[in-house]
DNA sequence: CTTTATGCAAATGCTTTGCAGTGCC
DNA sequence: GGCACTGCAAAGCATTTGCATAAAG
């Protein structure tokens, strides 16, 4: 309980209502929902019953981002080039990975591949360059 | 010379003046810049001279991407989870391949890797999943 | 001629900011 | 009490759309 504290003064972040009730919203996000937009976070702080203003939303989420707590993902919502495309939040639980996105049911799985990791360092390498991060979402469809 | 207005028409468009010089511009686009915005698009048409409009700009881009004449890219801008990113779109010049772009110079390398092609294919078959479309890019930094 | 494209300006959607008021430590 | 945090409304960007005009086939 007092769990969500500790991570935020450890951040350095004041202990705020709208911060651990954020945080508390991404903690217990189901397996299905771990990706959560800050619309949907704002929609869940309602109906949890608490006022928070979605600049508020926004403002926390961004930091937290930047304190390392959550992660922020810019997943493209339809391909066919339709620049649309808001971010999502998840909380950061330790481990690197990927994500698949369902074309059609927007699910989201996640993964990690020890292979197309290393991959990706030599690749940099070869090129001269130091692999600092990397984005890697697949589009899939659910096969029939 | 008329080589894009074939393209245009295989592409179902009519051959226009705006349609013409953008598909020329992309075409021409160096080594180091095959990446641009529409914006950067917009500009390289004042500076030759042509008057279309922003707007034009964008509607051009988005059906050339639809025809896949055109790629369209969504390269964050900065690291540190500022959800700015504007889209980049680059002349579709047959094999697909992913980015690598310099998070200090903005450079953007291009490189094709068969095996991490491969892998996403196993990891999306792996969850019952079809692979449709991939989007991977690498954040870099010049080795010292 | 008829259809499709263009330009401009206004509208959008998501995200950030300015500022006065509020609540942590 | 002071300074960080919040809410609200307004500002910002990149991109899209409505509509009257202009050009293509």
Redesign the interface.
């Known amino acids: 309980m007092a769990e969500e504290n500790q991570e935020l003064r450890r951040a350095g972040l004041k202990v705020t209502l709208p911060r651990v009730k954020i945080l508390q919203i991404l903690e217990s996000a189901g397996v299905e929902q771990q990706h959560l937009s800050a619309e949907e976070v704002y929609d869940a702080l309602r109906d949890a019953g608490e006022n928070v203003g979605l600049a508020t939303v926004y403002r926390v989420l961004?930091q937290f981002?930047?304190a390392g707590l959550v992660?922020?993902h810019?997943f493209?919502a339809g391909?066919?080039?339709?620049?649309t495309?808001h971010?999502v939040f998840e909380l950061a639980r330790g481990e690197h990975h990927d994500h698949?996105v369902?074309?059609e049911s927007g699910e989201v799985?996640e993964?990690h591949?020890a292979?197309?990791e290393e991959?990706?360092r030599q690749?940099?390498?070869e090129?001269?360059?130091?692999?600092?991060?990397?984005?890697?979402?697949?589009?899939?469809?659910?096969?029939s």
Chains 1, 2 share one sequence.
């Open positions: 961004t981002a930047a992660t922020r810019n493209e391909r066919d080039g339709s620049g495309s971010s698949m369902c074309m799985v993964f591949d292979v197309i991959r990706q690749i940099a390498e090129q001269g360059y130091e692999l600092v991060d990397h984005s890697l979402v697949l589009y899939v469809r659910k096969k």
